[in-house]
């Protein structure tokens, strides 16, 4: 075959293959919101008194700022390292993969002092507002804990890349993406083994589970609790698991009084959506979508080190793997926000109590602080959620097509 023809061929490949991945991500995309859904402008002054609104408008924005610090103080550490961290080879004398290793901790090290500044800035402030209880000196030697199993997480992805590219060469791509998917599937299906515990003292809300998952077409998911009252006060509830482990888990910050039957109602409600419709699974194939793309972009970065072969890439590899999720924050946060959209429009169907889930989330601004109309560029980067103003919006736009 000539050069020409092999160019060709390599162009309908990767045509074809676009086109798949644009398919898959475009159904991906899609939700069970009405595409017409027009919501209103809500007064949030009408819902929430100004002290509230001004003081969860200056909670929020310091926050955001803390928020900035932690997400581009570390690239810029990470990327210092990535063009000088190599001189650190020279002090080793253990093999390829055990120099890589080292190169790694010293790079999570790195990170960590990187991010501790805006970590403690965050928790003052966050303490200042009594949403953490959090202490300073458990701050610092929870977040290198965190970032133990962080670096026990990178350590065991440089391994499988040193160990493919060895055999592989720069293709480690094309078996490295899978297996990374492979242990996606395996963390979200495990997980929930080691959350919570039975919930105990709430017949009524573990019966109204069962309702609304008839109601909402699933089988009903065991509720959990999740103790974290004493190091916060915030509020939340989350889905959790695959098949026989899923679950639903909801913070004993959220069955504290708080709230009401029928606002608890409407966030199991939110939380059996998500199972509903195979958010979990939506969010693993999301993540297969962008790692094999990924993986490729960082194989190439990496060949100007020499490939994933040798321990000199391995700076580079860490900024990479850390810089490139974050230039893509804002797709995945949009995302994320389409899936939680659907599961609010679901539970409003199943809840049938457009009273409940605006209480609840006139609740959420009153109890974490945080501002339910924020600048622009807040859910770009922050996020995962539509905002409170723009989740009451969608209770009246429900309200409206089902005749208020």
Excluded at 10 to 22: M, P, S
Excluded at 144 to 158: A, D, P
Excluded at 371 to 388: E, K, Q
Aim: aromatic share 12%; charged share 15%; glycine share 8%.
């Amino acid at each position: 075959m000539s050069k020409s023809s092999r160019r060709l061929l390599g162009l309908l490949i990767f045509g074809a293959l676009a086109a798949v991945w644009f398919y898959i991500a475009y159904r991906l995309w899609q939700t069970s919101v009405p595409d017409d859904l027009k919501q209103p402008s809500v007064d949030m002054s009408t819902l929430v008194s100004s002290s509230e609104l001004n003081r969860a408008k200056h909670f929020s924005l310091v926050l955001d700022l803390f928020g900035l610090a932690g997400i581009f103080l570390p690239l810029l550490v990470l990327g210092l390292y990535a063009k000088w961290g190599h001189r650190f080879m020279r002090e080793s004398a253990a093999g390829p993969i055990g120099t890589g290793m080292l190169l790694a901790m010293l790079g999570i090290a790195i990170l960590w002092i990187a991010m501790l500044p805006s970590g403690l800035g965050a928790l003052w402030w966050l303490r200042r507002y009594g949403i953490e209880k959090t202490g300073y000196a458990d701050l610092v030697i929870g977040t290198w804990s965190v970032l133990g199993f962080e670096f026990l997480g990178i350590c065991l992805t440089i391994l499988i890349v040193m160990g493919f590219a060895r055999l592989l060469g720069n293709n480690w791509w094309l078996a490295g993406a899978p297996v990374f998917v492979g242990i996606a599937i395996l963390v979200t299906f495990v997980q929930p083994y080691g959350f919570g515990h039975p919930l105990v003292g709430h017949a009524t809300l573990v019966q109204a589970e069962k309702r609304l998952a008839q109601k909402e077409g699933v089988k009903a998911v065991p509720l959990r609790e999740i103790d974290v009252s004493a190091t916060t006060t915030a509020p939340n509830a989350v889905a959790m698991g695959l098949g026989p482990s899923r679950r639903i888990g909801l913070f004993d910050t959220i069955l504290d009084g708080r709230f009401s039957e029928p606002e608890l109602e409407s966030v199991v409600a939110h939380e059996l959506a998500h199972h509903k419709h195979n958010d979990l699974w939506k969010g693993i194939g999301w993540y297969a979508l962008f790692a094999f793309p990924i993986a490729f972009v960082i194989a190439q970065l990496t060949k100007r080190r020499g490939g994933m072969m040798v321990p000199l890439a391995v700076p580079l590899f860490l900024f990479a793997y850390v810089a490139i999720p974050t230039v893509l924050l804002p797709i995945d946060n949009a995302f994320s926000r389409r899936l939680e959209a659907e599961a609010d429009w679901t539970a409003l169907q199943a809840t049938n109590d457009p009273q409940a889930a605006k209480a609840l989330f006139v609740n959420f601004v009153q109890t974490t602080n945080q501002d339910p109309n924020p600048p622009f560029w807040d859910p770009i980067l922050f996020g995962t959620h539509p905002t409170d103003q723009q989740r009451i919006a969608m209770v009246e736009a429900w309200q409206a097509r089902n005749g208020g």
